[in-house]
């Protein structure tokens, strides 16, 4: 659990997530994502920007969950990846998120199949082996912040490159708030 306080508005959500004794279905964290009424102000100290990469901050975790707000500057995106044995649910709280898909080609490379964007508000889940992309691709000085539910906690997935044959083995990592920290 994190020093900070748990905002009171995640209150119901953690709960949930509390209480799992197994993986979480993608439709109940749509479900859940959806009907959560949090803002950015209410994880305001959740929040930490770096400004080489996108920020995974740990907001609480369980057994069978993890519940991260995310923290993008313009031109960050995570790497091509799937959700190896997780289930992953997603929260635009500000900012424009533009997802894309992929798909293994012939030749053992991944190829783009789709993007989209989500607005705040917006949700979206993949699991397992669903390859997709996020990425802030909006103008400079425009942040993007997420919120994002792992089922159970994600602790390796495989990370694609667009112009190599395969995939590696990739733990994203995961600051976690010391004592006194934050914003």
């Known amino acids: ?16 997530l509390n209480g799992l004794d197994g993986r979480a279905s993608i439709a109940r964290l749509q479900e859940l994502l959806a ?3 949090a803002t950015v102000d209410d994880v305001r100290d959740f929040m930490r920007f770096e400004p080489g990469h996108y920020q995974r901050n ?22 091509i ?20 898909y992929f798909s293994p080609s012939p030749c053992g490379q991944v ?12 949700v979206c889940a993949s699991e397992d082996e669903d390859t997709h992309q996020v990425s802030n691709v909006q103008a400079p000085g425009t ?9 159970p ?8 490159s ?13 600051f976690e708030f010391a004592q006194g920290e934050g914003i």
């Open 153 to 160: 906690p994600l602790r390796a997935m495989k990370k694609y």
């Open 143 to 151: 942040d993007l912040v997420t919120m994002h539910i792992y089922s």
């Open 35 to 37: 009907a959560s009424d």
């Open 111 to 122: 190829v783009a199949l789709s993007s989209h964007e989500l607005a705040a508000g917006a």
């Open 81 to 100: 990846h799937n959700h190896a044995k997780s289930t992953c649910g997603l929260k635009v709280l500000s900012g424009i998120c533009t997802e894309t």
């Open 58 to 79: 740990l907001v609480c975790q369980g057994p069978w969950y993890e519940l991260l707000i995310i923290c993008w500057r313009s031109g960050q995106r995570s790497p």
């Open 1 to 16: 659990m994190s020093a900070h306080a748990l905002p009171p508005k995640l209150l119901p959500l953690i709960e949930y």
């Open 162 to 174: 667009i112009t190599g044959a395969g995939a590696e083995e990739w733990r994203p990592p995961v």
